[in-house]
């Protein structure tokens, strides 16, 4: 192999935030680092992340929010940069995080375009180089260090972090690196359904707890907002459950209406509404507790004509608007639009202390290019950062 054109004590392969806070924590560690990017800017996936929002982290951040057979493995990172230490962290560098009004993002300022503007800020005032829109070729690990060809280039580093995020070329250098890596499935999407009556509701926003469902299987339960779409629903609580519908059948999306109360305590509201609008139009008379939209669509389902007054209500109708309300199930036929993917580098071969690989020395592994499996809104970017800060200290 030809002598390299570039060699640095630390090379780090990705330009979003892992990658970036990784380059800054090496070079101010007096390292000399560059930084290469595929894309011919840093942080485009990030500055698309939580529907645009590009929140940097979640008022609920908590080692819960990440699934997975290994959630635990992201502790270490959020415990050595937790909520407060990462806006100070930011303020430290001029911007000043907030908390947006939903979903518990928090976030800058300016946007997703700030976050950016004040990691490559920092990048270079430590000292570190940023290469963006090129191509690496090859990563191979040879004594003292590792041999990469980027844009036909030869490049030779002592220390190699990855921080790719979850894209097939991060796999394939880990994989080829000795790292197994598990295939990346469609997750963060809406999910299809085949209720053709999802139509007329469509654009409405509910918060709910909704469960997951494969046959008489129950995958996991998650609160929060959804949104009504023409054939699917989505939003944070959607979101946050689709990773796990890749590859599973007989799927339902079970919701209920109110989540922070009782089936006993809903039959009794229901009760009193249809008891104190008697003589009104059924739909009228629910709008207590429905949006008017969805009550009438809930009364469709149960063969109910629009202009039926509450207090011809049956028993069984009673009974069946309960169910909806509480227990309503939609059958999934798949996702649609993932925002991102699961699957990577699996996480029994890192350090989670250093992120350093257990398998090939010098080589450490840092965001969304592990296995690791976050809620939407914010606690992906959150590990993305402090994770890239430790692989970086450790580099």
């Not at 800054?24 to 595929?38: H, L, Y």
């Not at 207090?311 to 059958?331: F, I, P, V, Y």
């Amino acid at each position: 192999m030809p002598e390299p054109a570039l060699t640095r004590d630390v090379v780090v392969i990705g330009g979003g935030p892992a990658g970036l806070m990784a380059g800054i924590a090496a070079a101010q560690r007096g390292r000399s680092v560059a930084v290469f990017e595929r894309e011919p800017e840093s942080c485009i996936r990030f500055l698309l992340s939580g529907a645009g929002d590009a929140p940097v982290s979640n008022t609920g951040l908590d080692v819960s929010r990440f699934g997975g057979r290994h959630a635990r493995f992201v502790s270490d990172a959020i415990a050595q940069l937790p909520l407060p230490a990462l806006r100070d962290w930011f303020a430290d560098h001029g911007l000043k995080l907030r908390n947006a009004e939903h979903y518990g993002h928090v976030v800058a300022p300016g946007g997703g375009t700030a976050v950016r503007d004040t990691l490559l800020g920092a990048l270079e005032d430590a000292g570190a180089e940023l290469y963006a829109g090129v191509t690496i070729t090859r990563a191979e690990a040879v004594a003292g260090g590792f041999a990469l060809v980027i844009d036909g280039e030869p490049v030779s580093a002592n220390a190699l972090v990855l921080a790719t995020g979850p894209s097939p070329t991060g796999h394939a250098l880990a994989h080829g690196l000795g790292h197994d890596v598990a295939p990346a499935t469609p997750a963060h999407a809406a999910l299809a359904t085949d209720e053709p009556w999802l139509a007329s509701v469509a654009g409405l926003w509910m918060d709910v707890r909704a469960t997951l469902h494969a046959g008489n299987r129950a995958l996991a339960t998650r609160e929060g907002s959804l949104l009504f779409q023409d054939g699917a629903v989505s939003g944070e609580v959607v979101f946050n459950l689709s990773g796990l519908a890749a590859g599973m059948r007989d799927l339902e999306l079970e919701l209920d209406f109110y989540p922070e109360q009782s089936q006993e305590d809903v039959a009794e509201w229901l009760y009193r509404a249809l008891g104190g609008g008697t003589r009104e139009f059924a739909p009228a008379a629910l709008d207590r507790m429905l949006p008017q939209r969805l009550a009438e669509a809930f009364l469709r389902i149960l063969g109910v004509k629009a202009n039926a007054r509450a207090m011809h209500l049956e028993l069984k109708d009673r009974q069946g608007l309960l169910k909806l309300m509480t227990a309503l199930r939609l059958s999934i036929t798949g996702a649609r639009d993932p925002e991102t993917r699961f699957g990577g580098a699996s996480v029994r071969q890192v350090d989670p202390r250093t992120f350093a690989s257990r398998v090939t020395p010098g080589l450490y592994l840092a965001g969304e290019i592990l296995d690791v499996q976050p809620d939407w809104g914010g606690f992906g970017a959150h590990f993305a950062l402090a994770s890239g800060q430790m692989a970086g200290r450790h580099a």
